[in-house]
């Protein structure tokens, strides 16, 4: 019996221990060096992400390097380092920087704009491109 499915036909699966991949999504590594780690491809990666185990071990990895991460910025923050402070408040709390700008005219009152005027100023572009 030659070609079609028989069993053992077939490359063998490769053997991933989910407590090293864990350890490895933990430091956030990409597809190309897991693959590397697990001497397999990347397809093989991507195909293992379909299996529960595979994706769970993997998703548990890198929230726990997350963690770890968040860890570290906050003995920054806690350290006293202001720019980790701004930068935490930025990101976990929607602060952000405001810088106000006003235009004046030449003798320091307010611009006034009309709908002509911005129109005007707009065909002009268009014309100059």
Do not use: H, Y
């Amino acid at each position: 019996m030659q070609g079609g499915r028989r069993p053992g036909a077939g490359r063998k699966p490769i053997e991933i221990d989910f407590e090293q991949l864990e350890k490895l999504a933990s430091l956030q590594c990409t597809d190309r060096e897991l693959a590397a780690f697990f001497r397999c491809t990347t397809r093989t990666i991507e195909k293992r992400r379909q299996e529960p185990a595979f994706r769970e071990a993997l998703e548990r990895g890198k929230a726990m390097g997350q963690i770890s991460v968040r860890r570290a910025q906050m003995r920054l923050l806690e350290g006293g380092n202001a720019t980790m402070g701004i930068w935490l408040g930025k990101q976990l709390l929607g602060q952000r920087d405001v810088t106000p700008v006003e235009l004046t005219g030449s003798n320091g009152s307010g611009l006034r704009f009309s709908v002509e005027a911005i129109d005007a100023i707009i065909a002009a572009e268009k014309k100059g491109t």
